[in-house]
T-cell receptor, first 111, second 114 residues
Framework: EDQVTQSPEALRLQEGESSSLNCSYTVSGLRGLFWYRQDPGKGPEFLFTLYSAGEEKEKERLKATLTKKESFLHITAPKPEDSATYLCAVQAYSNTGKLIFGQGTTLQVKP | EPEVTQTPSHQVTQMGQEVILRCVPISNHLYFYWYRQILGQKVEFLVSFYNNEISEKSEIFDDQFSVERPDGSNFTLKIRSTKLEDSAMYFC????????????FGPGTRLTVT
């Protein structure tokens, strides 16, 4: 069964304190791994897509990396506005595009 | 910037009533999805839709649920007889011609069943 597990569930950082979020996955043929940001009461906002092991994507203070079993979202020198829940999702070759989500990591950045 | 829109933002209904949730996907997208998120839980896939038919549905998407693209812009989710456990945020998403890339989500409809 395709599955996504994210850790930690919650993370508190001081402004400027860099850290990483983990997404472990098992999937029958990975088509793509996706990172989304979700603010309270809002829909997921697309951040990155990764397709193959070794791939990296960057956007401002965020960098996503992918291995054959997990993905990391590195946050460098975070600011309070980076506070949100970060969701990881996988898409398998065997399905019609559905995303399987992890439970998310809720990040709080204190000034 | 194109975006997915959803209406209403909040719907309160009584158990057993029918509800229709509406979505306007991004205009050049051809693949459409519904997901739901029960408070404090994961985002869960409900159904995918392409070329005017369902391409995949989850176990959650039973006979009480249906989807429709009544015209060239709207995409709807109908729940025929709501249950208390249907209370959740419902998100519509769409993706482009390839159907395998990133999905763009709407802001959601909060459904409360009393």
């Amino acid at each position: 069964e395709d599955q996504v597990t994210q850790s930690p569930e919650a993370l508190r950082l001081q402004e400027g304190e860099s850290s990483s979020l983990n997404c472990s996955y098992t999937v029958s043929g990975l088509r793509g791994l996706f990172w989304y940001r979700q603010d309270p009461g809002k829909g997921p906002e697309f951040l990155f897509t990764l397709y193959s092991a070794g791939e990296e994507k960057e956007k401002e203070r965020l960098k996503a990396t992918l291995t054959k079993k997990e993905s990391f979202l590195h946050i460098t020198a975070p600011k309070p506005e980076d506070s949100a829940t970060y969701l990881c999702a996988v898409q398998a070759y065997s399905n019609t595009g559905k995303l399987i989500f992890g439970q998310g990591t809720t990040l709080q950045v204190k000034p | 910037e194109p975006e997915v829109t959803q209406t209403p933002s909040h719907q309160v209904t009584q158990m057993g009533q029918e509800v229709i949730l509406r979505c306007v996907p991004i205009s050049n997208h051809l693949y459409f999805y519904w997901y739901r998120q029960i408070l404090g839980q994961k985002v869960e896939f409900l159904v995918s839709f392409y070329n005017n038919e369902i391409s995949e549905k989850s176990e959650i998407f039973d006979d009480q649920f249906s989807v429709e693209r009544p015209d060239g812009s709207n995409f709807t989710l109908k729940i025929r007889s709501t249950k208390l456990e249907d209370s959740a945020m419902y998100f519509c998403a769409s993706s482009d011609l390839t159907g395998r890339g990133e999905q763009y989500f709407g802001p959601g409809t909060r459904l409360t069943v009393t």
